[in-house]
């Protein structure tokens, strides 16, 4: 076995990989991509700005950052800079948070700008230098640096580590009240690596999907393995949502072909695949199931669904052992009742001890002990804990070994692999996280009303749950204890106690549901009886307010199935779905059923939108129409809805070099056609992200009205993927002359009609394009030098003030067009630009349409000086103002003037009454 002192940093092992293939792509999200050069540069640029801020070798640096390719930047660049990174999850309350920081001695952190409040201090904070008032925080999205950046070039060296050196801190549920950080050295950390690499025959071809939060260790095994063998990170793009419903979706259109999951997201992956008739993407080639134990059913599930060669792992691990210790691959013949956990990963070491710390023999249990070099140094500041469970014992060589004492039951299997039977102590495994009892016990009995606490997990139809026992005390216990129908007051406390609990625990450590009694039963011994204690028939759920009675078939309907999927007898009309133990995992079963048993649609973004019955209710209502609407009647309302509803086709169409990507909204009836088109010229940059649901929402009105509509929203790069390096206003132009002669020729039309806005607007103007009937200019660019500098300024601004469409994307570069990434030499032709609206004699009517405020000089006073009309409409956007950015979301009067011009006055082509 390796000693540490042999085993190199990962660090170093990276920098081999990025001198080896610099120009792969090492990591990707949305349109943010990386090589291995470039992801070296911006970990190296983030390791001189952590030195600049103070932060020296040794140090333990905070990250409390989204899953980003800033995020894995952060953590190379931290350990360049020669530091440990400690996650922390926003989730987290923020006294917990606390206790992290000052627990780590964390002086420095590194955020994103919308969690910077979770960390301002308050009056509790105090004068130590670990204190949140002392925090130096740095702007995840100001380390990144800019591809045409100015400044000197970056400082490619680092800290010269070694394996005993700490790699980060990750921190568990503990049994004092607390959680405990597990300490990983850089030498488990390349150990697991490589063991990682090999067993599951990792290659340069590989694209891994990164899932997981950056606090679970799984967000380890997906990003650091694939980084050393040259192969692809993708992170999850930023609007997808963690549902399993998206999974296939992501999985497929993002070509992955590897991903991790936690156990309990597998199974409801597997079960919404078989519902709904789906097959396992053809893309992926690895399966990795890991956190709990797997149910053999869903494996059996999986095989009939999946059609080609997957390499499906079942992983073990506990955080003290770097992320996984054994792997079972089951044989294609495979047919055990309970789904092994396999043997050790090469550098690892697995033994089954008694309770005399003597090897047990096969097929006796005993309890599984790790051991190895991907060992954790043990906990922080936590040494008494640190000896109990990380022992040392002598090899039959003489030498003395390592072992960490996992708390789990196992046996040897004759075929050499090992069979996981349950837990030594209490603790309990809910979804992928391992929760310590006594921690959630600790947080119940600092309340002042609980005079003892008792935490266990209750599993049902293969769902587990929180459930807490609750000694009152005989002064506050009322008499009706036992009869749920009368003790009203009882849901009321539990809400109170819940409450007083997520402001010191992350959220899937509050039990859902409480057991209230007198005190517990003791045995002979003194101990807490547990076998005599209240089963959960006798559990109250939280409820601040008195229980809500359905009102309404539909009601009644969603109250039957949160019932069974949460596993909570009654549900009020006021519950909240995730105060009730509601999980992204439960929503999916949810959604599922009502569509099975109700036929009825409910997006998974609506529910989360309305977590509570009534609201679920009175959405679906309102998207039927109709409240005394049936189960059939609904479906047939929904029909209904769908046949107003325009075909939309996305496609690629021929212009020039590029093949440009487009979506075209056919009329819902032959009868409603019109036969005529209109093409969307688009805005760019910030304004794109701002306006992009207009179009979409313009589009349906228009084609609904009987027009056929073509939006391309790529003009010079083809799609969001595309390169812009041969982009050019010429180029933009050419395709919307390419466009409207497609459509004209497609439809057999005499002319189509151009909308633009902003720089889609200034380049529907300047296009030439023959045939054209009308266009429609939406706030037009005037001058290109002017609209440039403002790309600089408002792009980045715009896109981190959490807007809707388009969420904060801190790893975009100032210059980056939303899905386009504009080029000097394309801003420089850009700068050039000018509106020119001197029409010529054979020039369609032009219509401008102005937002309150907005001026275009020269036509203002004399507006005949155009063939068509100015209309000055009352909403307010403000371009250059980003904190009006709803207002280019909603502005009715934009789709109402505009559909108006077009349904009413376009017939004959004819020019349009100038209107204020």
């Given amino acids: 076995m390796k000693s540490i002192e042999s085993i190199p940093p990962f660090i170093d092992l990276f920098w ?88 780590a001695e964390i002086k420095t ?37 800019a591809e045409n950046s100015s400044t000197s070039p970056v400082r490619e060296d680092y800290f ?29 950390l390349t150990t697991y690596c490589e063991a990682d690499m090999e067993v599951y025959r990792l290659h340069a071809s590989d694209r891994t999907l990164q899932f997981s939060t950056l606090t679970f260790d799984i967000a380890i095994e997906e990003v650091f393995p694939p980084l050393l063998c040259g192969s692809c990170v993708v992170v999850r793009p930023l609007e997808r949502a963690d549902s399993a419903n998206e999974l296939s979706h992501i999985i497929d259109s993002l070509r992955i072909t590897a991903v991790h999951l936690a156990t309990a997201y597998w199974h409801q992956w597997v079960d919404l695949m078989v519902a709904t008739g789906s097959r396992v993407p053809k ?81 006796e249990t005993g309890q599984l002990f790790i051991g190895g070099p991907a060992l954790a140094d043990g906990y922080l500041n936590r040494p008494e804990l640190t000896h109990a469970v990380f022992i040392e014992r002598p090899s039959s060589h003489g030498e003395i070994q390592r072992w960490y004492r996992t708390g789990d039951i196992a046996r040897w299997m004759d075929d050499g692999n090992i069979d996981f039977g349950g837990r030594v102590d209490h603790q309990i495994k809910l979804g992928s996280y391992r929760i310590e009892p006594g921690e959630i016990e600790a947080a119940l ?65 509050v039990p859902t549901r409480f057991v209230f009694v007198e005190s517990f039963p003791k045995t002979i011994n003194g101990k807490i009886d547990r076998e005599s204690l209240p089963d959960s028939s006798h559990a109250v759920v939280a409820r601040e307010e008195s229980l809500v009675e359905p009102q309404s078939d539909l009601q009644r309907q969603l109250c039957e199935i949160w019932s ?15 105060l009730l133990g509601g999980s992204s995992l439960l929503v999916t079963q949810v959604v599922a059923r009502v569509k099975n048993q109700l036929g009825l649609e409910l997006p998974v973004r609506d529910f989360f939108a309305n977590p509570t019955i009534e609201l679920a209710a009175r959405h679906i209502q309102a998207m039927l129409g109709d409240e005394s609407k049936t189960a059939d009647e609904a479906t047939a309302a929904i029909q209904s809805q769908r046949d107003r509803l325009p075909v939309m086709e996305a496609f690629f169409l021929p212009s020039g070099a590029h093949d440009l990507f487009a979506v075209h909204y056919s009329p819902p009836s032959r009868q409603t056609r019109q036969n005529r088109a209109v093409v969307l010229c688009h805005a760019y940059g910030h304004e794109y992200a701002r306006s992009y649901r207009n179009l979409q929402q313009l589009a349906v009105h228009l084609a609904q009205q009987g027009f056929d509509v073509l939006r391309f929203d790529y003009a010079g790069t083809g799609n969001s993927h595309g390169n812009a390096l041969e982009a050019s206003p010429h180029v933009m132009m050419k395709n919307i002359r390419d466009v409207s002669n497609w459509m004209r020729q497609r439809h057999e039309l005499d002319s189509v009609s151009l909308i633009g806005i902003r720089l889609g607007a200034t380049l529907a103007a300047c296009s030439a394009a023959t045939g054209i009937n009308h266009r429609l200019l939406w706030d037009p660019v005037v001058c290109g030098e002017t609209f440039v500098q403002n790309l600089d300024q408002l792009h980045a601004k715009t896109l981190t003030n959490e807007v809707r469409f388009a969420r904060p994307r801190e790893s975009s570069s100032i210059d980056q067009a939303y899905g386009t990434r504009l080029n000097h030499v394309v801003r420089r032709q850009l700068s050039q630009l000018k509106l020119d609206l001197n029409e010529s004699q054979d020039a369609p009517a032009t219509t401008l349409l102005l937002s309150q405020d907005y001026e275009v000089p020269g036509i203002d006073d004399s507006p005949s000086s155009i063939t068509g009309s100015v209309i000055q409409m009352d909403d307010e956007i403000g371009w250059d103002r980003p904190e009006l950015n709803e207002s280019a979301f909603s502005s009715p009067g934009a789709i109402r003037h505009i559909t108006q011009l077009l349904v009413d006055k376009l017939d004959g082509g004819s020019a349009i009454e100038v209107q204020s």
């Fill in 16 to 103: 081999k990989q990025c001198e080896s293939t610099p120009d792969r792509v090492a990591v990707v999200q949305d349109d943010c991509s990386w090589t291995y050069r470039e992801l070296r540069v911006q970990s190296c640029h983030i390791a001189e700005s952590l030195r600049t801020a103070g932060v020296l070798p040794g140090d333990r640096v905070g990250m409390c950052v989204d899953r980003s390719p800033i995020a894995i930047a952060a953590m190379l660049g931290i350990h360049l800079a020669g530091a440990a990174f400690v996650p922390l999850d926003p989730e987290y309350p923020a006294e917990r948070l606390r206790f992290m920081l000052e627990d």
């Fill in 283 to 363: 893309s992926l080639r690895l399966m990795v199931v890991t956190g709990e134990k797997v149910s053999v059913d869903h494996y059996r599930r999986w095989q009939t669904i999946c059609d080609h060669d997957v390499l499906w792992c079942n992983a073990y691990g506990p955080t003290e052992a770097t992320v996984t210790a054994t792997v079972f691959v089951p044989e294609a013949d495979f047919a055990g009742a309970n789904m092994p956990i396999g043997k050790p990963l090469p550098g690892y070491s697995a033994a089954i001890f008694d309770k005399d710390l003597a090897e047990v023999s096969v097929g």
């Fill in 564 to 578: 069974s999927v949460l596993q909570v007898p009654q549900i009020g009309i006021d519950d909240d779905f995730f």
């Fill in 160 to 188: 010269k580590l070694t394996g005993e050196q700490l790699a980060y801190v990750m921190y568990t549920s503990g049994s004092t009240g607390n959680p405990k950080g597990v300490l990983i050295n850089h030498a488990a």
């Fill in 445 to 509: 009995t600092s309340i002042s009303e609980v005079k003892e606490a008792l935490v266990t997990a209750e599993s049902m139809d293969g769902q587990t749950t929180l459930l807490a026992h609750i000694g009152l005390g005989a002064d506050r216990l009322p008499t009706n204890i036992l009869n749920k129908e009368t003790s009203s007051e009882l849901p009321a406390t539990a809400a109170r106690i819940a409450k007083h609990l997520r402001e010191k625990l992350p959220p899937y450590m």
């Fill in 109 to 145: 952190l590194i955020g994103h700008a919308k969690y910077r409040s979770l960390f301002d201090a308050d009056e509790s904070s105090t004068s130590s230098e670990n204190s949140i008032a002392t925090l130096n925080w740095l702007e995840a999205s100001d380390l990144i640096r």
